[in-house]
């Protein structure tokens, strides 16, 4: 079975052998002739980095153009892909010492075209043709063909100085007159006197303490049934911020023994050793229309615990002052 089973596999090895086109590719090629391979890649690279100076400086390309012909000559023998990863690298640096030399190209005064040197040439190649007329016409038909020979394709006409009607933007401007007022529109702010800012107690601590008091005759409460106001939605959000200031001074608190949120009144702690005794959290609450619908459904709430608030009218004076 077991020798069945390696002819099988010599078998395969041979037809993929002969499928392999061993001049570019030689799975079998000796060991010894890729080491010395790799070995002058990477010397050619070396030496070719250090000369980048030289190679890049020279007016006529021939330095660089035969390390080029060095690396053919290295590539014509690789057949596998470690050496093929090393001359793409050598290709990497050859092409960037050749983009710096292209950039490094001045074009100035001795790589002009002389006109009076290119019309002389045109004259004398088309005086070999046989439509040329001596100074009365070219040949260009005989010209054209002399030139097509330097072409790939059919060039098109096209204007040297570019379209022969341009239609030029004009930028509109628009001037805006000024705005003149009318003086007798104008209103000036009346003077403030001293009667008209109305001062007003601190509602915020005489509702903390209204609410202290309400839930004092309660007892232990929901606290979403004690906070939430089903008629009003902006009083619930005051009723949560009325009740923080009593968790936060320590004489009321929230259990959660029962599973549900428990609100109910504490006995004042001595404020030296509150902090030993109370074991203080803080949270973050956020309530928005939709969840103050939701607690409403599921706790039916039909009634606020905390009376409602009147709303108080503006309280400035009605001297219309703004």
Not at 98 to 121: H, M, P, R, W, Y
Not at 160 to 182: I, Y
């Amino acid at each position: 079975m077991g020798n069945s089973k390696d002819q099988g596999l010599r078998q395969v090895e041979e037809l993929l052998r002969k499928d392999i086109d061993t001049s570019q590719y030689d799975p079998n090629q000796s060991e010894d002739e890729r080491r010395l391979l790799r070995s002058q890649y990477r010397d050619l690279q070396e030496q070719t980095f250090e000369k980048r100076r030289e190679l890049v400086a020279q007016d006529s390309g021939d330095g660089l153009l035969k390390v080029l012909s060095q690396s053919n000559t290295l590539f014509s023998q690789v057949r596998n892909t470690q050496e093929a990863i090393l001359d793409s690298r050598f290709m990497v640096l050859a092409s960037d010492l050749n983009s710096q030399k292209a950039q490094n190209i001045n074009i100035g005064q001795d790589t002009e075209v002389n006109l009076d040197e290119f019309v002389a040439k045109v004259i004398t190649t088309s005086s070999e043709g046989p439509k040329h007329i001596h100074d009365v016409s070219l040949d260009w038909e005989y010209i054209g063909k002399k030139a097509s020979t330097f072409g790939k394709r059919a060039y098109t006409m096209d204007f040297m100085l570019g379209p022969l009607s341009v239609q030029r933007k004009e930028s509109k401007r628009v001037r805006t007159g000024k705005l003149s007022k009318n003086k007798d529109d104008l209103v000036m702010p009346a003077q403030l006197k001293e009667g008209d800012i109305q001062k007003q107690e601190n509602e915020t601590s005489n509702n903390v303490n209204n609410i202290y008091k309400t839930l004092s005759e309660l007892g232990p409460i929901n606290y979403f049934k004690f906070v939430t106001n089903p008629d009003s939605f902006s009083q619930t959000v005051e009723n949560i911020f009325y009740v923080s200031f009593l968790a936060r001074t320590g004489v009321a608190g929230i259990s959660t023994a029962t599973g549900q949120p428990i609100l109910e009144i504490k006995k004042p702690q001595d404020d030296s050793n509150m902090e030993d005794m109370v074991s203080k959290k803080q949270i973050i609450m956020g309530i928005d229309i939709k969840d103050w619908k939701d607690i409403i459904d599921t706790y039916q709430i039909t009634s606020s615990c905390i009376p409602t608030r009147p709303i108080k009218e503006n309280g400035t004076s009605t001297s219309g002052w703004y």
